[in-house]
Structures are given as structure tokens and as C-alpha cells.
């Protein structure tokens, strides 16, 4: 059995475990690839991960039926990402939507992080938000051996796939045979001399009793300083009516330590493995606000001081069992995982116009258990291979959100801490969820000549529920329950020695936010209107097509164009009840259904390769591009999926000089605006472009120093804001007000020694 863990801030319990999706193999001609056990993999010396290699690292041409763009840590490590959301930064049609130098949600296709599985050694993880989503910012870059992009679903995998996955392989205790210690240290320049922190590792692996053992920590500092500059115009182009000058700074501290143990027992092979991971961060956004946009004392109008301190510890624990037996090979798996977060937040705002303050203190605990098992078995027939199994997944999240507040005339404003210990549960926020899934399927795969093929059905039926104690008595409990069944199927053509075609289809789902589903009534969420969840939910599913070809460049680089196509049916979007909101007439209800359908489309290209073919051995140059589009038809008529970026680029080069024992290289990364429209506000938000560069030197036999600078172009995040108080003014564009928003953050610098034992 294989046991992985995993954590991070915002993250939920990792179910991690099976390898048969993550053994790639470089081929320029399809071949039948032989069972693969652990014990025939050798190990990898840890020389090999430190020091110049001499020759520019490209991307992985797999063996995988299922289109996937495979990485090593190599391909990115140069660059030293402190995050795999720093990592996935560089590969095709992945956007993200986050602060300045954040990289937390996965935008895969650029649609919501909600429509892309995040996976851990070809496993499911779920994720803390109530979107299901996964934030990949808090894994820690040490902890991985490589990242695959997965563009289609296979039936020995969960199915909430829609936009595709993110293949994420730790390492193992079959990555190395001796070790290394990484130390480096870190500059931001947000201030007159700049801030200052550290970065140290170590990983060791190597034959200890029977089996063999790999341990690592990590320990890095971590920090985000924004400013942020906002305008706010009673409609566009008129009135400045009011300015605010922000300043937001992230600090913290992530540690992590990981271990596996992989040894033969009764004839099959065990694998324990984990990771234990828990940041520490302190977020600090101060504003003041000034009326007309003159920034003098007697124009200000407010201000505000808000504070959030996170810790957050993540536990996950698997263990896996492979052994021949029944004609064939069976998988055992059990994985436990647990987060608990726990987030302290304050808000201070004080109105000089009025002479009046506001307080808030709230206090956030979130504890999320759950427990999962695979059981599977394959057998060969004679030129094909049957795949049968069932996934289980028992999951319980409790969420305790609780606010204390006080307001009143300026000059009673409580000093300090003041008396907040009356606090209450928020509405929609005291609740317990409680979700099963059992999932069987059937896979057959084989290989005739130059075809590579696959096809399957996997059967996912999930049941929820929810108890929310701040809902009315009668909707305090309430159930969900669904099933929906996912065929897929793929096929890899090679057409010569150097070209080969893919195509897949696959029909993928996205289940209801949890928050969609619960009942409790949150009066002003939509402008001045109320929302209510609805329990009865259906998830959305989508048809889906991919089609591209591949050709091999010289001896190691690969150029790939690509098209992709999806059917969403049964979108889940706004609704009005009908029923009068609680701020009276002109407002309502609002909740949640399954309402119309949508599409979504585009064309990747990806290019990643040695100039070997013209006489330039050790530079190595790549380039992504993705183009995106779709259509959804809303209360105002069509528009893109929300927030999906029209295009995503990445490019850039490295360049080593063996003779030297040096290497440097840079990246340049740019992606597409982003619309949303949601009842009461619209958005639209750009970014501008991110630079990248690195020098490494080789200073000793078994040391290399790396130094890294990134954001160099001072890269902006911009927003403009329709605001509206109903969905009749927005669609009369009455605005209640206009607001163009500018988050800037400044270039930060990395030196970084690894030393190999």
C-alpha cells in the first residue's frame, strides 16, 4: 500500500496513493510498456538533483494513453520555486486568479479552480474551500519528483475533472540513495533596505533493514508585500468621489517533513509514506481613504486596520499493498488525512466623517477528517488488460465561524483589545458536513501495433449531508444524494517515428460548492438581496473531446498542438425566488440551480526542446501557448465562464556552460484578462507580466549556488468594478458605484546553496 501525506493552509485531506498512472517513459515510438514494480526502479543519487547538468532540461514525452504533459523537478527547480503553484506557473493552460506573487488555485483552461482535479501520485485530493478546490500554493516545491498535466479522464481515477488534472508525484523512498541539505536566503524590497528571510532542507534516502527509508524537512520563509491603490467613481467616467491607499504584506513560515518506507512482504510490495506540513502566516492590510481623491489629512474619511493570523496543520497518512495474486495484480489502499485551521481575523474602521467606528474580531476553526480505501485488480487477457476496482471516501468537516463586534461614537472607541468575548456563530457558518462516496469501474487497455488504447466506465454515486445549526429548524438537516455514471475512452496513434496523434473522450462531473447546498438565509449577500442555498442540487457534468498531435524535435525536444472541447450540462447558477429580500421591495432571494448549459474551447500549443538540432547542444528553449474560449448564457444574456483569461503564454530559455560548470536562463509569463459577471457586479481583472531569471555556478564536485530574481517587472494586478444594489440597476446600469483597483508588488531575490552527501 502506498501512503502519502500532505498539508497546507488552505488545503483539506489528501488521499494519496496508487503509481500506475505516474511511471512516464521517454519513447519516441509507442512500445508495449512492461508492468512496472517498485523494486525495479532504481534510484535516483541525489548528485543528480544538485549540481549543473550540463544539458537543458525539457519536458517528459510519456507513454500514456490519456494526453499528459509530464515535468520533472529538473525543468523547474533552476528556477527555485518555493511552492508547486510557483512550479505550475510554466506549463501550458494553467491561470490563476490570485494576489501578486500568489499562486494558490489552479484556473486549468482558465476556469474555476472548482473545474480542475488536483491529484497526488495519480490520486483524488480534496480540498478545503467550499468549492472543493485545492490550493497548491502550500506544497512545498522540495517536496516533489515531478508534475503532470493530465487533459482528459481515465475510469481508474475520480471523475470531478471537467477543465482536466494536475498530477502532482512526491517523492519516494525510492527517489534517492544518499541525500542533500539545501540553505538559501531571500530578499523582498518593501522597504528602504528590504526584508530579509531564509530558506533549509535536507533529504536523505538508502537501505535501512529490509526496505528502504527516505526522510526529509523544509523549513522557508514566505512573503507577500502589496500596495494597492483604488478609485472609486459614482459610474464610469464621472465623478472621483473617493481614493484608498493600501498597503497588504503576507508573512510567514512554512515547515514541512516528510518520510516513506518501501520494503517486500508475503510476496508484494508495501509503501508507507507521508507529509506533515503547517504554516504559519500573519496577513496585515492597512488602508485610508480619502474623499475626492486628495490625500490630505483634512480630506481623509477613514480608516482601516485588518489583521489575519492562520495557523494551519495538515496530516496525511497512506499506505498501499501491491501483490500478484488471482491471475493477475491487486492494489490494497488506506489513506487517512486531517487539516485543521484555525484563523484569527480583526477589523478596525474608523469613519472621521462621521465620527463613528466600527470593530469586528472572528474567530475561525475548521476540522476536516477523512478516510479513504481502494481495492483493484488487473489481468491480462491476451493483448488487453482488465482494470476492475471501487474508491470509498468518508468525510466529515466541521466549521465553527464566530464573529464579536462593537460600534458606536469615535470618541467610545475601545482602546486595544477591548471586550469582544460575546461571540457568535455567523449565520451559515456553525455546520457539519458529512459526505460518502462509493465509486466502482471497469477499465480495459491494450496495444496492437503503433494503436495505444484505452476505454472504461466508472460509477460515482455521493452522499451528503448537511447539518447548518444557524438555518431554520425545519432545513437544519438535509441530504444530497446522486449517482452518474462516466465513460471514457482514449486512443495514442504513433504515425511515424517521430509524430503521433492522440484522441480522448471522457464525461467528467463537478459537484455543488458545499456552501450552494446550505440552507441557511444570508440576508445582503447579492447586493442589497439575500441568498439561500438549495440542498437539492443536482452536479454538473460535461462531455468532453481532446485531439492533439505530437512530434519529437532532434533527440530529446517535443512540439504538441492540441484542441479541446466541452458540453457542460446542468450549469449551477443564480436564480430568483420571487420572494422579497429583507431590505424590502426592489430586493429578493436569491439561491442556486441547475439552469441551461455551457461551452468551453480552445487550442494549446507547447514547444520544449534542446537547439541540438541546429548545433546548440546545451540551450534549451520553450513555449506555451494556450487560447481560450467559451460561451454561458446568464441573467444578461451571453458571456465567457466567469473569470477564465483568454490566453495564457510562458516562454523562455536556459543555456549551460559545461566548461564552466554554469548555467543561467529566464522565463517570461503572461496571461489573458479575466470577466466575471454575477448578480449586483461585474469584474474584470489583468494582469501585467512576470520575469524571471537564474545563475547557478558549480563551486565543488558535490555543490552548486543558485541565484534567482523574480517579478522583476514590478508585475500589476488590475481590476475594475460595476457595482449595482439589484439586478434590475445592473441591468438598467444604474450604478451604485464604479471602482478601478491597482495591486502592485516589487521584485524578490533568492541565493541558494545545495550541497549533495
Do not use: C
Not at 523544509?218 to 468621489?241: A, I, M, T, Y
Not at 484542441?563 to 429583507?582: H, K, P
Not at 537547439?611 to 547542444?617: A, H, N, P, S, V
Request: net charge negative.
Amino acid at each position: 500500500m502506498k501512503l502519502h501525506l500532505l498539508m497546507g493552509a488552505a488545503f483539506a485531506p489528501l488521499t494519496l496513493g496508487s503509481l500506475a498512472f505516474a511511471i512516464p517513459a521517454l519513447a519516441a515510438e509507442p512500445v508495449a510498456a512492461p508492468a512496472v514494480q517498485p523494486q525495479d526502479r532504481g534510484p535516483v543519487t541525489a548528485l543528480d538533483e544538485v549540481i549543473v547538468t550540463g544539458e537543458p532540461q525539457v519536458r517528459n514525452r510519456t507513454d500514456d494513453v490519456v494526453p499528459t504533459l509530464s515535468y520533472d523537478l529538473e525543468y523547474f527547480q533552476r528556477f527555485e520555486p518555493l511552492t508547486a503553484g510557483d512550479a505550475l506557473k510554466r506549463v501550458p493552460s494553467v491561470a490563476f486568479l490570485s494576489d501578486v506573487l500568489e499562486s494558490d488555485g489552479v484556473r486549468l483552461r482558465g476556469l474555476d479552480p472548482g473545474y480542475t482535479q488536483i491529484l497526488i501520485n495519480g490520486e483524488r485530493v480534496p480540498g478545503a474551500g467550499v468549492d472543493r478546490s485545492f490550493f497548491v500554493d502550500r506544497i512545498p516545491a522540495e517536496l516533489i519528483e515531478r508534475v503532470e498535466v493530465v487533459r482528459s479522464s481515465s475510469a481508474n481515477r475520480s471523475g470531478d475533472a471537467v477543465a482536466g488534472a494536475i498530477n502532482i508525484v512526491l517523492r519516494d523512498a525510492l527517489s534517492l540513495d544518499g541525500g542533500y541539505v539545501r540553505l538559501g536566503a531571500l530578499k523582498w524590497e518593501d522597504s528602504e533596505y528590504g526584508e530579509f528571510g531564509g530558506t533549509a532542507g535536507a533529504v536523505w534516502g538508502g537501505e535501512v533493514g529490509p526496505g528502504r527509508l527516505l526522510l526529509g524537512a523544509n523549513v522557508q520563509d514566505r512573503r507577500n508585500p502589496k500596495e494597492k491603490f483604488s478609485q472609486r467613481f459614482d459610474e464610469p467616467n464621472g465623478e472621483l468621489e473617493n481614493v484608498e491607499v493600501q498597503t497588504d504584506t503576507r508573512d510567514g513560515t512554512d515547515y514541512s517533513l516528510n518520510g516513506s518506507y518501501q520494503m517486500e512482504v508475503g510476496g508484494g510490495m508495501l509503501d508507507l509514506s507521508g507529509v506533515f506540513v503547517r504554516t504559519d502566516r500573519y496577513q496585515d492590510e492597512d488602508s485610508l481613504e480619502y474623499a475626492e481623491g486628495v490625500q490630505t489629512a483634512e480630506n481623509l474619511v477613514s480608516s482601516s486596520d485588518n489583521d489575519l493570523d492562520i495557523r494551519t496543520d495538515n496530516l496525511s497518512l497512506n499506505a498501499r499493498y501491491d501483490i500478484d495474486m488471482l491471475g493477475g495484480e491487486t492494489h490494497f489502499r488506506l489513506g487517512y488525512a486531517d487539516i485543521d485551521d484555525q484563523q484569527f481575523e480583526f477589523e478596525d474602521e474608523l469613519n472621521f466623517e462621521d465620527a463613528e467606528f466600527e470593530s469586528a474580531r472572528t474567530l475561525t476553526d475548521l476540522k476536516d477528517e477523512e478516510w479513504s480505501g481502494r481495492i483493484s485488480h488487473e489481468r491480462d487477457f491476451g493483448g488487453a488488460v482488465l482494470e476492475v476496482g471501487f474508491d470509498y471516501i468518508d468525510k466529515t468537516r466541521d466549521t465553527l465561524i464566530q464573529e464579536s463586534g462593537a460600534d458606536g461614537d469615535l470618541d467610545d472607541a475601545p482602546a486595544g483589545e477591548g471586550d469582544y468575548s460575546d461571540y457568535e456563530p455567523v449565520t451559515g457558518g456553525f455546520n457539519t458536513i458529512e459526505e460518502t462516496r462509493f465509486d466502482p469501474y471497469v477499465m480495459l487497455s491494450g496495444e496492437q501495433g503503433r494503436a495505444k488504447w484505452e476505454a472504461g466506465l466508472r460509477y460515482e454515486t455521493t452522499d451528503t449531508t448537511i447539518t447548518d445549526e444557524t438555518a431554520d429548524a425545519a432545513d437544519r438537516v438535509t441530504d444530497n444524494d446522486y449517482g452518474v455514471l462516466l465513460p471514457s475512452a482514449s486512443l495514442r496513434l504513433a504515425l511515424n517515428e517521430r509524430d503521433r496523434l492522440t484522441l480522448s473522450v471522457a464525461r467528467t462531473v463537478r459537484r455543488p460548492d458545499f456552501n450552494a447546498l446550505s440552507p441557511a438565509l444570508l440576508e445582503e449577500e447579492v447586493g442589497d438581496s439575500d441568498f439561500i442555498g438549495n440542498p437539492d442540487l443536482e452536479p454538473e457534468t460535461a462531455w468532453g473531446v481532446d485531439v492533439g498531435v505530437e512530434r519529437r524535435l532532434g533527440r530529446r525536444g517535443v512540439v504538441g498542438l492540441n484542441a479541446f472541447y466541452r458540453d457542460i450540462s446542468d450549469l449551477i447558477e443564480n436564480v430568483n425566488t420571487g420572494v422579497e429580500g429583507s431590505e424590502g421591495e426592489g430586493t429578493f432571494v436569491y439561491s442556486v440551480d441547475n439552469v441551461g448549459d455551457g461551452e468551453v474551447w480552445g487550442i494549446e500549443f507547447d514547444l520544449s526542446t534542446p537547439l541540438d538540432f541546429i548545433g546548440m547542444e546545451t540551450t534549451g528553449v520553450f513555449l506555451n501557448y494556450s487560447w481560450l474560449d467559451s460561451a454561458v448564457d446568464d441573467f444578461l444574456g451571453e458571456r465567457r465562464f466567469n473569470s477564465q483569461s483568454d490566453y495564457v503564454l510562458n516562454a523562455g530559455f536556459t543555456h549551460d556552460i559545461p566548461s564552466w560548470g554554469a548555467a543561467f536562463g529566464a522565463t517570461y509569463r503572461k496571461q489573458g484578462d479575466a470577466s466575471s459577471r454575477v448578480i449586483a457586479e461585474e469584474v474584470v481583472t489583468s494582469y501585467g507580466a512576470d520575469l524571471e531569471i537564474f545563475i547557478e555556478k558549480k563551486v565543488a564536485d558535490n555543490i552548486v549556488v543558485r541565484f534567482t530574481g523574480s517579478n522583476l517587472l514590478n508585475a500589476s494586478k488590475d481590476e475594475t468594478f460595476d457595482k449595482f444594489d439589484n439586478l434590475a440597476d445592473q441591468i438598467d446600469r444604474d450604478y451604485d458605484e464604479y471602482e478601478i483597483e491597482t495591486e502592485e508588488a516589487g521584485p524578490w531575490f533568492q541565493v541558494v546553496a545545495r550541497m549533495a552527501f
